[in-house]
């Protein structure tokens, strides 16, 4: 059973930054991907960011495009999102996910997801 552990989540202030991990028990396959989606109270999950495993191809939100970058380390199959010029609207809980993804920013084509960490950015 493939485990997602995430961590690096907080409470910062508008501008500031923060750096989410997550930990992938799994091993990559074709079409394999790993992503960072939101939700805030009241709201639908959403697309944050993703990384295509084989060719490092990264894709994001429009939201979020210029402020938060996604990263991987192969060796310890953990990918990372940099968030910089954290706004409040960016207060959600953060999941991870990872799968055998067609869309990148689909999330019903991920196969496992984290438990969630919070980040609240306040203003």
């Known amino acids: 059973q493939v485990q997602l552990v995430e961590s690096g989540g907080g409470l910062v202030q508008a501008g500031g930054s923060l750096r989410l991990s997550c930990a992938n028990s799994?091993?990559?396959?074709?079409?394999?991907?790993m992503g960072w989606f939101r939700q805030a109270p009241g709201k639908e999950r959403e697309f944050v960011a993703a990384l295509r495993w084989s060719s490092g191809d990264t894709y994001y939100a429009d939201s979020v495009k210029g402020r938060f970058t996604i990263s991987r380390d192969n060796a310890k199959m953990t990918v990372y999102l940099q968030m910089n010029t954290l706004k409040p609207e960016d207060t959600a809980v953060y999941y991870c996910?990872?799968?055998?993804?067609?869309?990148?920013?689909?999330?019903?084509?991920?196969?496992?997801w984290g438990q969630g960490t919070q980040v609240t950015v306040s203003s």
């Open positions: 799994g091993r990559a396959s074709s079409n394999y991907a």
């Open positions: 996910a990872a799968g055998r993804v067609l869309a990148l920013s689909r999330k019903n084509d991920y196969n496992y």
